[in-house]
């Protein structure tokens, strides 16, 4: 006789099912069996909760995951440099500082039983503006009476920039 402790339907992930044999005059033998269940793991987004900033500045980046069984393993990319981030969730915040403009792409995602998913080109780009700074300051005339108007120029805020 064959016996078993298998479910009629397995869940995702792990599974270990036992099974016993018993012949004629009564010895029994087991082994053990691990079904895994593979997941419809998907990647469905990359999400900046801003495009540009000035430097330095902290935005955040996060990615939307669906399906799988999990905690995820994502790797990204910001600029071509690889990033790993272990014990991710579905949209989790991670803080972001770049120094320059970075494009961020996710390259793949992980979950708890080892199904992967390579996403298509997942790609967003932040735009990051140097810490304005004032290079000058000119007053339209140096002399004027009380009630006159005056104007101030302001250059060096932003590259190209001139604000009156």
Do not use: R
Not at 122 to 128: N, S, Y
Not at 129 to 157: E, H, K, R, Y
């Amino acid at each position: 006789m064959v016996t078993n402790n298998a479910p009629a339907s397995f869940p995702k992930g792990n599974t270990t099912v036992v099974w016993t044999v018993t012949d004629a005059a009564g010895w029994t033998a087991t082994a053990t069996q691990t079904v895994t269940v593979q997941s419809s793991l998907a990647a469905n987004a990359i999400n900046l909760s801003s495009h540009a900033i000035c430097v330095p500045d902290t935005v955040n980046l996060s990615f939307t995951l669906s399906g799988g069984l999990g905690s995820y393993t994502i790797v990204y990319t910001a600029n071509g440099i690889q990033n790993t981030a272990t014990g991710y969730a579905s949209n989790q915040l991670i803080p972001i500082s770049p120094l320059v403009t970075t494009g961020y792409q996710l390259v793949s995602v992980t979950d708890s039983i080892g199904c992967v998913v390579l996403p298509p080109a997942m790609v967003d780009t932040l735009i990051a503006l140097p810490n304005p700074t004032l290079s000058s300051l000119a007053v339209s005339d140096s002399s004027i009476c009380q009630g006159d108007s005056v104007v101030f120029t302001a250059n060096g805020l932003l590259p190209g920039v001139s604000t009156t």
